[in-house]
């Protein structure tokens, strides 16, 4: 993966999401804790965010197949953007099981992006 065809997949999956109104700089580097695979910093009223992406290529050698994903991990990071409003009634033991639904939400839509493309 480069960085110009993860931020043509930010654009496509933009507009899939209806995150258009959204102004998101993609950042294509190692993240600073070296357990993430991605991270987003937004500012929800003035719908603007920063989105990290860690290279597949930055990550440790025993890091699991479906951790070098990208895409996965930028479709991750872009859902949070929609469940943002939502953190204020969150409380830090709720995080796993917000992490853990937007894994899956965004394994399966990119499953399903790649089914059509086959």
């Not at 937004?42 to 025993?62: G, H, Q």
Request: charged share 25%; net charge negative; with cysteine.
């Amino acid at each position: 993966m480069t960085a110009r065809i993860l931020q043509r997949l930010c654009s496509d999956w933009q507009k899939r999401l209806r995150l258009m109104d959204w102004r998101i700089t993609l950042k294509y580097e190692p993240c600073q804790d070296p357990t993430e695979l991605g991270t987003t910093q937004f500012w929800l009223i003035e719908k603007t965010a920063t989105i990290w992406v860690c290279p597949a290529s930055a990550m440790r050698a025993d890091a699991p197949p479906t951790s070098r994903d990208e895409e996965l991990t930028l479709v991750h990071e872009l859902l949070h953007l929609h469940t943002s409003p939502l953190l204020r009634m969150m409380s830090p033991a709720d995080e796993p099981a917000h992490e853990l639904a937007l894994n899956c939400i965004a394994e399966a839509l990119v499953v399903l992006r790649r089914g059509e493309t086959q």
